[in-house]
């Protein structure tokens, strides 16, 4: 259940052969490779060099590794660009990148869409069958440094066509798009430009149509290549390796091409990048990552896939590429691993083998330092590796509560913020956070998942509600909260006729009037006899509903009808624990608030219990069968257990 990322070609010939045989002793069965190996397949235009690549997987098969193969295309090499400058993608500035690293192709270019096919083709033909392929990544991580939109003519033709089809008059366009503010009308699909570079704002519903055309540009360039490897490499699978908190383009829509999704799991990295992004100055998981920044994407990645993933990279000592890069504590990289199998990874795989002591990573460590001694990584693998030939990996059950996340929400947050450090990730992981500190299991799912049988839904905000959504929320049984801005914008980001919630009102009889932004503004709710801070955001209601929580003013914050709730606020962690509180025990769902920095998590009848922190921490459970650690969880520690009653 373990495997490695590994670069044959950087490493004398002579070393690959030892690598496998001591990936097979740390016990590595997974070995991904060839993702950015195009300039040693094809050293020049229709030269091809096979061998090198032919015998390490020869190779791989001798020693019994399993060996995942990556296509090409996310580095075209440097010939390729030379004789088609046409296929380099361009900044939102309107300035060319250049080549020099990687990721330096526009998804609309249909030269490199050609050249994509051939060499996928060459590659899935000639080891499509080997016996050491067991599946296939397609490119590697969509969209990374900033490529998902690419601002180019090709692009520009691409998004009239696609609008073209989409609205299929212009005068239909002019009017979802509210063109006549500002004199902004279109006579023809050819007259529309990219929305980048434009004095002020571009219009709204304008930026999201190109998201939305980027998103399926994306998709059909994957999709493509997966038509290639399913004819020629019969019974293996194929997944993409997909980022950790990126909403830049719909995954669950490129997931339908898929067998199953992975992601990239750098826990210190994405924590600093995220803590940033919200302004945090401190970091109090520098060196163990966000208890629910990881959680939350293995649930997410879980759902994308159709209920499997895998973790493709796992971070394994520090990285490069955050704004600071510090080492991991010790055991945190066997808390991470055993993180992901709790949440139902399939395999987990460490990036990388050695650390390159050349170019662009070479800061970024591995399980072997460059001078293939093991790094504190590698005993940590190690001891993962023993504890898994004692415990066999049950598969995951549905979870109690699911967590709708959308990424058109993402995309309409980020087009109309109405205010600095508003982010629908951070409202996201609020929601998360509060459950999990429950100790309550989460699916993440998309609006249109089947929601039958989970005993409550919660939805941080979902601001385009479709027809769909809403049949799909009313023909559920059980509770639903709704986070603000939900329903506050048509397919066309207008304001709903209504106002907003939009359709959602025949669920929730209320309509949101002004709404602010806070900045810094600090304000309360008052519920009960508590008082809860609010910041971020506001929202005044008209209803006739009675308020449950309220304002100081006596203006309504949170209100119920029937089933549904809605919440006219950016809330704490704090009030959605206790409304989360309120609600299970309605629904006759177990509640168990956890020790500071420890979350649990079941996969079938085992139960996971992690420490964050840097301390001791005795677990709130008792009388059961540990498999791994006990009630005393060391720092950083991992305990296992099964369920009493369990076999
Ligand atoms: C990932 C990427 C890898 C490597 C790694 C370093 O984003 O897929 O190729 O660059 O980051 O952390
Ligand atoms: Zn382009």
């Known amino acids: ?118 060499i996928v083709t060459l590659v899935a033909k000639r080891y499509g069958k080997h016996p050491a392929v067991v599946g296939w990544q397609t490119d590697n991580e969509y969209g990374c440094h900033d490529t998902t939109r690419c601002y180019c003519e090709r692009c520009k033709k691409a998004f009239q066509r696609w609008l073209e089809v989409k609205y299929d008059d212009i005068e239909s366009l002019n009017k979802s798009w509210g063109t006549v503010f500002w004199s902004q009308e279109y006579g023809s699909f050819d007259e529309i430009e990219l929305p980048n570079l434009t004095v002020a704002d571009p219009n709204p519903a304008h930026v999201l149509d190109f998201f939305r055309f980027s998103s399926d540009q994306i998709r059909s360039f994957n999709r493509m290549q997966v038509e290639i490897i399913r004819e020629h490499s019969p019974g293996r699978f194929i997944t993409h390796n997909f980022m950790g908190g990126f909403t830049e383009f719909d995954h669950y829509a490129l997931s339908q091409d898929l067998d199953f999704a992975s992601w990239d799991n750098y826990p210190l990295g994405h924590t600093a990048v995220f803590l940033k992004m919200m302004g945090e100055r401190e970091n109090p998981f520098a060196r163990v990552g966000h208890p629910d920044f990881a959680a939350f994407c293995h649930d997410l990645y879980r759902g994308v896939g159709k209920g499997r993933f895998w973790v493709m990279e796992q971070q394994v000592g520090p990285v490069n590429w955050a704004p600071y890069n510090p080492c991991p504590a010790d055991g945190v990289v066997r808390l991470w691993t055993w993180e992901a199998f709790a949440h139902g990874a399939e395999v987990v795989t460490y990036f990388r083998w050695r650390q390159v ?32 030939k004692r415990i066999e990996l049950p598969s995951t059950r549905r979870s109690p509560v699911a967590l709708i996340f959308d990424y058109e929400a993402a995309w309409v947050f980020s087009i109309q913020p109405h205010g600095e450090g508003i982010h629908y990730l951070d409202l996201v992981i609020r929601f998360y956070t509060a459950l999990r500190r429950l100790g309550i299991d989460v699916d993440v799912v998309p609006p249109i998942a089947s929601l039958h049988g989970y005993k409550f839904v919660v939805v941080p905000s979902l601001p385009i509600v479709r027809k769909e959504y809403l049949d799909n929320f009313e023909e559920y049984e059980g509770f639903m909260v709704f986070g603000p801005r939900t329903g506050s914008k048509t397919e066309h980001f207008q304001i709903p006729p209504e106002l907003p919630p939009g359709i959602l009102q025949s669920i929730l009889p209320l309509k949101v009037t002004h709404v602010e932004s806070l900045g810094p503004i600090r304000e309360t709710v008052l519920w009960g006899d508590k008082e809860y801070h609010v910041g971020v955001w506001k929202e005044w209601i008209r209803s006739s509903l009675e308020p449950i929580a309220r304002f100081p003013d006596g203006r309504g914050a949170l209100f119920r009808n029937r089933k549904y709730f809605y919440i006219a606020f950016w809330p704490t962690e704090e009030f959605l624990m206790d409304l989360f509180e309120q609600l299970a025990d ?62």
């Open 1 to 118: 259940m373990l495997g490695v990322c590994y670069y044959p070609e950087h490493w004398k010939r002579e070393m690959v052969r030892e690598d496998f045989r001591k990936m097979k002793e740390l016990g590595i069965q997974y070995v991904r490779m060839g993702e950015f190996a195009w300039s040693r397949i094809e050293p020049s235009p229709g030269k091809f060099d096979w061998e090198w690549l032919d015998e390490v997987l020869d190779w791989a098969y001798e020693e019994g590794l399993k060996v995942i193969l990556g296509t090409p295309t996310a580095t075209p090499p440097k010939w390729l660009v030379d004789r088609h400058p046409e296929i380099l993608p361009v900044d939102s500035e309107g300035r060319v990148k250049k080549f020099g690293s990687r990721r330096h192709y526009c998804f609309s270019s249909p030269v490199y869409r050609e050249e994509a096919r051939r």
């Open 586 to 647: 309605e629904a006759g769902l177990k509640t168990n608030r956890l020790p500071e920095g420890v979350r649990v998590r079941k996969r079938g009848d085992l139960t996971f219990a992690f420490n964050y922190t840097d301390r001791k921490v005795t677990l709130p459970f008792d009388g059961v069968n540990f498999l791994i650690g006990g009630r005393e969880l060391e720092p950083y520690g991992v305990s296992i257990w099964r369920e009493p009653g369990g076999s």
């Open 357 to 388: 002591p050349f170019a662009q990573e070479q800061m970024h460590s591995g399980i072997l330092w460059p001078d293939s001694s093991p790094t504190p990584g590698y005993h940590e693998v190690k001891r993962v590796a023993e504890e898994l």
